[in-house]
Structure formats: structure tokens, C-alpha cells
Nanobody, 130 residues
Framework: QVQLKESGGGSVQAGGSLRLSCAAS???????????MAWFRQAPGKEREGVSC????????YYSDSVKGRFTISRDNHKNTLYLQMNSLKVEDTATYYC????????????????????WGQGTQVTVSS
């Protein structure tokens, strides 16, 4: 099992930037880059949606259409940390953001499906105001 803890959330005006981090501990194989990782988000009254997925080595990345070109996912396997750089933030990006640890070394075709992930963090709030 992997323990995940997000940080870096906060309040920002539209057009601003934030960088989220997700520190992983527990299952040491994470540091071997064996598992895919992802960011999800959930706005009030809405379902949790996949934002981005990165494979174990960091060589393959997927984004949802809603964040493509604005968000950048990355990982530092030596530091056991996942990142999400969020630029050009919009009011509709307001949500609780969660990181998740997957089951494979690659991002599956259904990477945006919550069932593809074993472990979840507690989430960090991102609020974007106009």
C-alpha cells in the first residue's frame, strides 16, 4: 500500500498558477517507477474526474481535454513525489484535487476511471476566483 499526501492547494485568481505536490511513502516500489500515478479532481456536486496520468518512468502522459495545454504532470521518482503544475487557471478548475497510485507501469486506456487506482490521498483544495 502507498500512503499519499497532497499539498500546494490554495486560492488564486483566474489566470494564475499553482503547483500541487503529492508525496508518496510506504510501498518502496514506487521509487522504482513501477506504478502509474494520476491526478483527479472533484468539484462540489460533481463526480471525481481524471485530470492527468503519468506512467512509471514519466515517458508517457495523458491529460483530460479540459486541462490540456494548461496543466503539466511530472514525477520525481528519487523524491517519491508527483507534481501538477497548473497554469492559466480558470474558475471551473475549482475543486479538491487528489493524487492516486495505479496498478501498472503504464497508464491504461481507462486511466480516467477511478477503479484503475489502488491508493488515494486526502486531497487538497484549489479555489480559483474571477
Amino acid at each position: 500500500q502507498v500512503q499519499l499526501k497532497e499539498s500546494g492547494g490554495g486560492s488564486v485568481q483566474a489566470g494564475g498558477s499553482l503547483r500541487l505536490s503529492c508525496a508518496a511513502s510506504g510501498r518502496t516500489s514506487y521509487s522504482d517507477g513501477l506504478y502509474d500515478m494520476a491526478w483527479f479532481r472533484q468539484a462540489p456536486g460533481k463526480e471525481r474526474e481524471g485530470v492527468s496520468c503519468i506512467n512509471g518512468s514519466g515517458s508517457t502522459i495523458y491529460y483530460s481535454d479540459s486541462v490540456k495545454g494548461r496543466f503539466t504532470i511530472s514525477r520525481d521518482n528519487h523524491k517519491n513525489t508527483l507534481y501538477l503544475q497548473m497554469n492559466s487557471l480558470k474558475v471551473e478548475d475549482t475543486a479538491t484535487y487528489y493524487c492516486a497510485a495505479g496498478k501498472y507501469s503504464y497508464c491504461p486506456g481507462s486511466w480516467s476511471n477511478m477503479n484503475e487506482y489502488n491508493d488515494w490521498g486526502q486531497g487538497t483544495q484549489v479555489t480559483v476566483s474571477s
